[in-house]
């Protein structure tokens, strides 16, 4: 009996983390600063990891449980097209930036990423699984695998960069004097993929489609350039 | 609202297998949201109401759906316990500095109206 209705109240389990989280974010909006360090991104994983180490289930059991959210995902990331199609007209007109900045930014987060970790006495594997780190995660797994990084870690990083890159951006922006959504959203996408657009789509629909195209971009040109980077850097 | 969910579940279906049997490093689903991209710019039809109904409510949750994959960040076990120092500082940094320089040179970049609209000009 235990084990049929299991996987109903894991998904469950992430429903209920996910409501409370929001309910909790949504009566801290009138500031700013501590609603932002209280996403349901942050906030709703570590409720779901609380719970499943209380009554010790593997995460592999609640992996398996939530794979509808998994699939669910998939479907999100193609629903992107729709405001890319409808923001496009705000997209045309700053080709040439948004290429020198998404160039420039993919360059940036692989070499500060590579750098740091070797700074702070990260060993070869560990680099080489950081290195794909501002990728959307499915992106960053097949470029782990082609670089033989580990993909359980790289999964792990993808996902924690875009938790710090969603709960830091917003309050860089203010600090940054940012009040340009074009900007906020390419940012985000750029730097915390999935995550950051889920983040940015808060913010308006412009911010999510820029959001959504840096992502796409991100993605397609760090899985061209990255392996070429980390057979160089490991000759 | 239905028939709009067929047709995003139809590209991601068509965005998985173009991942499969051509081996692109591209995931199905951003292979579907760029075909989809391209399909909607290429009709000069307008979005009908329940595709744009389908997508906004996929996306209003896209946060509850990267909920599991955030979990597993806790249940990370095969970091060796020296790695944890450069594995937290590289994400924490790193995304900080990139978030910081890309935002800048962003900012620099539309504010030199020779860059925008190269095409207006000629």
């Given amino acids: 009996m235990v084990e049929i209705i299991t996987p109903v109240l894991l998904l469950m389990l992430t429903f209920f983390a996910f409501s409370l989280a929001f309910w909790f974010y949504g009566i801290s909006k009138s500031r700013p600063i501590i609603s932002s360090l209280l996403h349901p991104l942050v906030t709703a994983p570590i409720l779901v990891s609380a719970v499943l180490l209380l009554i010790n289930i593997d995460y592999s059991d609640y992996r398996k449980a939530n794979q509808p959210l998994f699939f669910l995902l998939g479907t999100a990331t193609v629903a992107l097209a729709i405001p890319l199609h409808q923001q496009f007209h705000h997209i045309r007109n700053l080709t040439k930036p948004l290429l020198l900045t998404l160039l420039f930014g993919a360059s940036v987060a692989v070499i500060t990423a590579l750098f740091i970790a070797w700074v702070l006495g990260a060993t070869p594997e560990t680099l080489i699984s950081v290195a794909p780190k501002s990728v959307t995660t499915p992106i960053a797994l097949g ?39 074009r900007i906020k959203g390419f940012v985000l996408g750029i730097c915390a993929h999935g995550v950051g657009t889920a983040r ?14 840096g992502l796409g971009l991100t993605g397609a040109i760090t899985a061209m350039i990255l392996p070429w980077i980390i057979i160089y850097a490991f000759k | 609202m239905l028939k709009g969910l067929l047709a995003l579940l139809l590209f991601q279906g068509i965005g998985e297998a173009t991942s499969h049997y051509t081996g692109l490093p591209i995931p199905g689903p951003v292979i579907g949201m760029i075909l989809l991209f391209l399909y909607l710019q290429l009709s000069s039809r307008e979005i009908s109401i329940g595709l744009g109904d389908a997508a906004h409510f996929m996306i209003r949750w896209l946060s509850l759906m990267f909920v599991p994959a955030c979990v597993g960040f806790f249940f990370l076990t095969k970091i060796p316990a020296n790695q944890w120092l450069p594995v937290i500082g590289v994400i924490v940094i790193s995304t900080l500095i990139t978030m910081i320089i890309t935002t800048l040179l962003m900012k620099y970049l539309m504010a030199r109206p020779k860059l925008l609209k190269p095409k207006a000009e000629q």
């Fill in chain 1, 143 to 181: 470029i782990a695998e082609k670089i033989n990084g580990e993909p359980g870690l790289t999964a792990g990083i993808v996902v924690f960069t875009g938790v710090i890159g969603a709960v830091f951006g917003p309050l860089l922006f203010r600090w940054l004097g940012i009040s340009d959504d």
């Fill in chain 1, 200 to 213: 940015a789509f808060e913010v308006s629909g412009k911010c999510g489609a820029f959001s959504s195209l």
